[in-house]
């Protein structure tokens, strides 16, 4: 199923959120304005002070939490982080797998590891919890908006009675299985989004080598035949050099080794992503480590020998 297609209303409930950082924060918060109570845990005290500002209340336990909620949605940042929600850490219960009820909706939207989520969808639904993997594409912006890509696999029961809810968060949902379809879809397209960076600095190096600045190059590389709503996106970060993070070089690692993982898991030869996370690790390595993913193109300009006015 693509596009927005048929949605099936959400009674008024009590929705849970775990993790409501950078994308987090923006999603429940839609789900409060929308009128939805959600009850929300976040370790970190500025993420929950954010969103209790704007209605949310803070579960005192995870326990708490899924006593209390339906529909739960995650959005952390790692496996690690995945894997103590589902079996819990040693600071707040046993997780997930052994609080929820049985029948209740787990939303993950995270981009985790394929090998974990199968992991764990096997064991939460010999608990009796309807677990859809539902990773997003997009940036902060357009999860403020309400206009990002959701990517579905999992229980499709799970999926029909969440499609309402999933509208107030994207312009473009795909229901893609049953299984870890979403998961290889999530890392299908970073795959893409992290090589664009790499291939771009090395373009635009050459093109300053001839002369050019990274404006006039940009103006013409976003009215050319390899413009993607991408590059449109980062034309002026670019074209500044500022490098301000809207998703950094470090995540942009973690998406990396993830998707070589899975390259390995499944002997699928990764020559040129394996390549792109070398570049991310060196670039990492000397300072630009919490800088946009773009910054690869910075990191080029000083190994080939530009400054800052090049």
């Avoid at 771009?200 to 001839?210: I, S």
Wanted: aromatic share 6%; with cysteine.
């Amino acid at each position: 199923m693509t596009g927005k297609g048929h949605t099936t209303s959400v009674p008024a409930k009590v929705l849970g959120w775990i993790g409501v950082g950078k994308m987090g924060n923006p999603m429940a918060t839609r789900m409060i304005e929308a009128g939805y109570e959600v009850l929300i845990s976040d370790p970190v005290a500025e993420n929950r002070a954010s969103l209790v500002a704007r209605g949310a209340v803070v579960a005192s336990t995870l326990a708490d939490l899924a006593s209390r909620c339906d529909i739960i949605f995650s959005t952390i940042p790692n496996d690690a982080a995945l894997s103590a929600i589902i079996y819990g850490d040693g600071t707040n219960g046993q997780g997930l797998l052994a609080q929820a009820r049985a029948g209740t909706i787990f939303v993950e939207m995270s981009t985790v590891s394929p090998t974990l989520s199968e992991r764990i969808a096997t064991e939460l639904k010999l608990h009796g919890i309807r677990y859809l993997r539902c990773p997003v594409s997009g940036s902060t912006a357009l999860a403020r908006n309400g206009e990002l890509t959701v990517l579905a696999s999992g229980d499709e029961t799970a999926w029909q009675e969440t499609e309402a809810l999933l509208d107030r968060l994207s312009t473009r949902k795909f229901y893609l299985g049953a299984a870890e379809e979403a998961r290889y879809m999530k890392l299908v397209l970073n795959t893409l989004v992290g090589a664009t960076s790499s291939i771009l600095g090395e373009a635009l190096v050459l093109g300053a080598k001839g002369g050019l600045a990274p404006r006039q190059m940009m103006d013409v590389i976003s009215e050319s035949a390899v413009a993607s709503p991408l590059v449109k996106y980062k034309k002026e970060m670019v074209s500044n050099l500022d490098f301000t993070p809207a998703f950094s070089i470090s995540q942009m690692i973690k998406d990396f080794m993830l998707i070589t993982d899975a390259g390995r898991s499944n002997q699928v030869p990764m020559v040129v992503a394996n390549t792109i996370l070398q570049q991310y690790i060196a670039a990492s390595n000397v300072g630009y480590a919490e800088q946009d993913f773009f910054a690869l193109f910075d990191w080029m300009r000083e190994g080939g020998g530009l400054d800052q006015k090049d």
